[in-house]
């Protein structure tokens, strides 16, 4: 079946410093992915999404590519900040079984130190 | 602007006890979902509403039912808890009546369920 998988936290960076976080998808079809964040006590909330293969999806300094080739979907930001430190999911779009569902990855936690 | 309000924040239940989580959204969304998390899982779909009225099984639904009391609110049933059942509970919700898709999703704040 579709699934998800992300490189295991937590990642430990220092202000500043560049970040990926990797995801790569396994997937029928062509569905749609997506990263969400959830900071401390929140809610997961929506960071960015692609819709097809080579859309790049971008908010806040991040940014993603959907790399149908690799299957692949890694964020990444130039230029972390303290307040990015949250835990990030990636998912895709996955229409079988009758409905529209979301797969989520296992989630990495992000700790930025000053 | 409240968005999504789960209850309770925390819970403890005994094995056996039953309990309800309460979620309300107040963005006139069609499609309410609740999620399990655990720990290097990600989030589980266990039941969601596609739209008034409807309610279908998600991934996990075994242990679980649901009520869409109206458009606004969607709770979730233990009706004899056990300890597999420990886990933070999200409520989710979206504007589109067919499933999620490429809808974004709006999550409340959670529950976190310890089941002893």
């Known amino acids: 079946g579709n699934s998800v998988t992300q490189m295991e936290g937590p990642v430990t960076l220092s202000e500043e410093a560049f970040l990926t976080i990797n995801c790569t998808y396994t997937?029928?079809?062509?569905?749609?992915l997506f990263w969400y964040v959830q900071y401390p006590g929140e809610g997961l909330q929506l960071l960015l999404k692609?819709?097809?293969?080579?859309d790049k999806g971008s908010n806040k300094g991040f940014e993603a590519t959907y790399r149908k080739e690799t299957t692949s979907f890694h964020l990444e930001k130039g230029s972390v900040q303290v307040s990015d430190s949250a835990v990030y999911f990636c998912a895709l779009s996955d229409k079988s079984g009758g409905y529209n569902k979301l797969i989520f990855g296992a989630g990495t936690r992000l700790a930025v130190h000053p | 602007n409240a968005g999504v309000t789960q209850t309770p924040k925390f819970q403890v239940l005994k094995t056996g006890q039953s309990m309800t989580l309460q979620c309300a959204q107040d963005m006139n969304h069609n499609s309410m979902y609740w999620y399990r998390q655990d720990p290097g899982m990600g989030l589980r779909l266990i039941y969601y509403s596609a739209s008034e009225g409807t309610t279908d099984k998600g991934e996990v639904p075994n242990g679980y039912n649901v009520s869409r009391l109206n458009k606004r609110e969607f709770s979730l049933r233990l009706e004899s808890a056990a300890p597999s059942q420990t886990s933070v509970y999200f409520c989710?919700?979206?504007?589109?009546?067919?499933?999620?898709?490429?809808?974004?999703?709006?999550f409340g704040s959670g529950t976190q369920l310890s089941v002893l």
């Open positions: 997937a029928t079809g062509y569905p749609s």
């Open positions: 989710a919700s979206s504007k589109a009546t067919g499933g999620q898709g490429n809808e974004k999703l709006f």
């Open positions: 692609a819709t097809k293969a080579d």
